[in-house]
């Protein structure tokens, strides 16, 4: 059997953030997808808010998609997937910005110094964390 889904981890980028379901860009791979011929089907475990969670969530708590929080982080949405990994054709993945925080990466005290380890802590060392469980799950899927 071929793999057939196309799986979304991530945060508020692959949620779709405040879009209809249809201008979400992993419904427009999915139908750019079809229109090549390989159908899947989308299951969006993504959600506004989520950090990549190296080091656990902020909360455990989960809420509807569009309202920002970090449960499940980005490592548990991979981990808590319950489906056949290997019925996973391509996912769709990203993390790191919620884990810096946005009102850090504005703030003008802020040094570069402060933010160049938050860089290299967040979307580095523990993306690559992600990474790696993610190849590890999903023999198939080309993420």
Known sequence: MDASKLVV????????????????????????????GTNLTVEM????GATIGARGPATTTKIDGEVPGSYPTVMEQVALYDDDPSDVAMIIL???????????????????????????????????????????????AKP
Do not use: Y
């Not at 475990?45 to 506004?48: E, F, G, I, K, R």
């Open 9 to 36: 981890f991530g945060d508020s980028v692959n949620w779709g953030q405040g879009l209809l379901a249809a201008h979400k860009f992993s419904t427009l791979v999915s139908n750019g997808l079809a229109a090549n």
């Open 94 to 140: 990203n993390g790191g910005i919620n884990d810096i925080d946005i009102r850090v990466i504005l703030n003008p005290l802020t040094t570069e110094a402060d933010l160049r380890h938050d860089i290299q802590q967040f979307c580095h060392l523990d993306m690559v964390t992600l990474l790696t469980q993610v190849v590890a799950g999903f023999p198939v």
């Open 45 to 48: 475990l993504a959600h506004s």
